[in-house]
Antibody
Framework: QVQLQESGPGLVKPSQTLSLTCNVSGTSTYFGSYYWSWVRQPAGKGLEWIGRVYTTGTTHYNPSLKSRVTISVDTSKNQFSLSLNSVTAADTAVYYC??????????WGQGILVTVSS | DIQMTQSPSSLSASVGDRVTITCRASEGIRNDLGWYQQKPGQAPKRLIYAASNLQSGVPSRFSGSGSGTEFTLTISSLRPEDFATYYCLHHNPYFLTFGGGTKVEIK
């Protein structure tokens, strides 16, 4: 069973950088065979795809966030990370990491609430 | 950018009802679409991939159909545990796009 777990600060100040890490574990993970995505969801609202990274380092980003987002991968640790800079209150959301099997997102983390507030 | 429009945004139904949710793409996307169920406080769960393929472990009362620009998710006989929010998700080699969601509530 593949497991994903998000970690990082739950509170970030406005204008600062939000940084999260997703740790991937479990048998048959085949970390190198998948894209790895970040998705977020503001309270009471829908899902928004942020971007994804392949194990080669290739990235794809949501155009609406592209100027502020960096997603990176550390294959030696089976981890990938999200960095979102210049955050505002509009970036307050539950952030999910997920595995992308090229036909969608098949495994998800439980999500982590990140609040942007001074 | 491809836009995914889901309808309705919410619906009320009773246990045993047949429920259909629609997702329309702003341009043709072949069958590059999946359906997800999300319950409060939980991560989304994939139900259908490639428009009509049932994810392993998902009950057969869920089915998906469509290709091109119009897709449907059908629940043949609604059960209490099916009250949730459903999302479609388009994927292509460069980006993913969610629909706005459909909340299925108890009538």
């Amino acid at each position: 069973q593949v497991q994903l777990q998000e970690s990082g600060p739950g509170l970030v100040k406005p204008s600062q950088t939000l940084s999260l890490t997703c740790n991937v574990s479990g048998t048959s993970t085949y970390f190198g065979s998948y894209y790895w995505s970040w998705v977020r969801q503001p309270a009471g609202k829908g899902l928004e795809w942020i971007g994804r990274v392949y194990t080669t380092g290739t990235t794809h980003y949501n155009p609406s966030l592209k100027s502020r987002v960096t997603i990176s991968v550390d294959t030696s640790k089976n981890q990938f990370s999200l960095s979102l800079n210049s955050v505002t209150a509009a970036d307050t959301a539950v952030y999910y990491c997920a595995r992308d099997d090229r036909v969608g997102l098949d495994y998800w983390g439980q999500g982590i609430l990140v609040t942007v507030s001074s | 950018d491809i836009q995914m429009t889901q309808s309705p945004s919410s619906l009320s139904a009773s246990v045993g009802d047949r429920v259909t949710i629609t997702c329309r793409a702003s341009e043709g996307i072949r069958n590059d679409l999946g359906w997800y169920q999300q319950k409060p406080g939980q991560a989304p769960k994939r139900l259908i991939y490639a428009a009509s393929n049932l994810q392993s472990g998902v009950p057969s009362r869920f089915s998906g159909s469509g290709s091109g620009t119009e897709f449907t998710l059908t629940i043949s006989s609604l059960r209490p545990e099916d009250f949730a929010t459903y999302y479609c998700l388009h994927h292509n080699p460069y980006f993913l796009t969610f629909g706005g969601g459909t909340k299925v509530e108890i009538k």
